[in-house]
Nanobody, 112 residues
Framework: VQLQASGGGLVQAGGSLRLSCAAS????????MSWYRQAPGKQRDVVAT???????NYVDSVKGRFTIFRDNAKNTLYLQMNSLKPEDSAVYYC???????WGQGTLVTVSS
């Protein structure tokens, strides 16, 4: 299975973006899937995680603004990002990290 992230772009502060992560195969057997982000000069950190049962976790800085969800029928993971801030600017990666799967990253830039 390969993961391909898309949906990044340039948006003004306060705007919204939806990231998608399309898998080349079934994700129904993958329990934990996540979105990570890496800003220039910083380490890659987890942003949000979802289990196959729908349990979600978020880093404090995005709680109430970002929503992670998955559609196993479409083999796709999503990240809905609202009320974006300049500090959300980063390359966003989707991952099934415990299965060793990583997407290629999609750049999100939020202008002030």
């Amino acid at each position: 299975v390969q993961l391909q992230a898309s949906g990044g772009g340039l948006v003004q502060a306060g705007g919204s973006l939806r990231l998608s992560c399309a898998a080349s195969g079934s994700i129904s057997g993958i329990n934990i899937m996540s979105w990570y982000r890496q800003a220039p000069g910083k380490q890659r950190d987890v942003v949000a995680t979802i289990s196959n049962g729908g349990r979600t976790n978020y880093v404090d800085s995005v709680k109430g603004r970002f929503t992670i969800f998955r559609d196993n029928a479409k083999n796709t993971l999503y990240l809905q990002m609202n009320s974006l801030k300049p500090e959300d600017s980063a390359v966003y990666y989707c991952a099934a990290q415990f299965d060793g799967l990583w997407g290629q990253g999609t750049l999100v830039t939020v202008s002030s």
